[in-house]
């Protein structure tokens, strides 16, 4: 059980190290960051900083959950982290104190935004 | 000129890249290329020419070379993903990839049969999307990176009986502009280069009338070398092109103008 625990514990420090240090690079706030904290909305991580931080803990933990969860399930740190513990520990899927898992349907395709060019901002400047 | 050569140190800072099928014609030209500019060169076909393996003995293997070459079926994600591991695992890194391999399959629509459709769609895109994602992983963590997708004139003007043909080659275009958004923030470029008629085992399988009427309606008049596509492909791939993304640069002689 310790072993478990001390595994578990180590994915959830190596996600907050990866994130902490990416915030860190991209000049962003990155004190106090807690499992409920939202990547995109709290966090301002944009989709590509979220990509960076996926790459780089495939190599840490030796795992890429995203080839079976839709990384659009993935709104907050504890998602993250709960995706890499189910990942490397499958009977966590029974485990009802993990919440993640949470393995959304991937959402429906988003209708392009038009270019910027074309769309029609109301003019603010008088 | 600021394309990077080998330092003195040997060849561990050389940049790496893969070309997919580099056995023969344009992808052994551009195989030529990079060795000659000092990078480190992995490539792959199905089976090993004569002159792949020339360029082992030439330039050694992995860990103690600048040049690899993989026995890989294009069409195969298995041995895709593990050529693409082995090279990040022994080179640390790909700089650069271009996307070469290739084939063609001419034909009215009509009478083709499915299968061959998949298979073309399948080496021609396919199989170029998955190495795209594979390398571009290498490129976002280095913070830098090339993807050069080598397409057709074939994309921009139709011909008849290449149809197929021309929408694996538009696809990988419109794979270009969009992956130029996407990466460009993370300093890696994607462009397309689409070469005209050049000597290569598909134009040599055209009559000698058809030769004729290309190099007629061709301003410069005559068909590309391939050497002259593959300075097209440096260009673009290495940092003489640094501030180039998104583009298709046709290199047909004006065929097309």
């Known amino acids: 059980m310790l072993a478990k625990n001390d595994a578990e514990n180590r994915v959830t420090k190596t996600v907050l190290d990866t994130i902490t240090e990416l915030l860190h690079e991209q000049g962003l706030e990155s004190g106090g960051i807690d499992e409920s904290a939202k990547l995109v909305d709290t966090l301002g991580l944009k989709s590509m900083d979220i990509a960076q931080i996926v790459l780089v803990l495939e190599d840490e933990l030796d795992a890429d959950p995203f080839q079976e969860i839709p990384i659009t399930s993935v709104r907050t740190v504890g998602d993250l982290i709960n995706a890499y513990r189910v990942t490397l520990n499958p009977d966590l899927l029974t485990d009802p104190r993990v919440s993640l898992i949470n393995v959304a349907p991937p959402s429906p395709p988003s209708t392009p935004a038009p270019p910027p060019s074309t769309s029609r901002r109301p003019n603010r400047r008088r | 000129m600021t394309t990077k050569q080998p330092d003195s140190q040997g060849t561990a800072d050389a940049p790496v890249v893969l070309i997919s099928g580099g056995s023969r014609g344009l992808g052994l030209s551009l195989v030529d290329k990079f060795l000659d500019m000092g990078w480190r060169v992995a490539t792959f076909s199905r089976s090993k020419t004569p002159q792949i393996e020339q360029r082992e003995q030439d330039h050694g293997s992995i860990g103690s070379g600048r040049f690899r070459w993989f026995a890989v079926d294009g069409t195969d994600e298995d041995q895709i993903r593990l050529t693409v591991k082995t090279i990040v695992k022994n080179w640390s890194r790909v700089d650069t990839l271009i996307n070469n391999a290739g084939a063609g399959n001419d034909g009215l629509l009509a009478l083709q049969r499915m299968q061959d459709v998949d298979q073309l769609i399948n080496v021609n895109l396919r199989s170029a999307i998955l190495l795209t994602q594979l390398c571009s992983k290498s490129m976002i963590k280095n913070g830098r990176g090339s ?101 298709v640069l046709v290199v047909d002689g004006g065929l097309t103008c």
């Open chain 2, 147 to 247: 993807i050069v997708n080598i397409s057709s004139v074939n994309s921009v003007r139709g011909h008849s009986g290449v149809a197929v043909y021309s929408a694996t080659k538009a696809a990988l275009d419109g794979l270009t502009r969009s992956l130029a958004r996407e990466l460009g923030p993370r300093n890696i470029r994607v462009n397309s280069v689409a070469p005209g008629y050049f000597e290569s085992a598909m134009v040599g399988e055209l009559s000698d009338d058809a030769k004729k009427r290309i190099q007629r309606r061709t301003p410069l008049g005559r068909l590309a070398q391939t050497k002259e596509i593959a300075e097209a492909v440096c260009f673009l791939a290495s940092d003489q092109g640094s501030f180039i993304t998104g583009q």
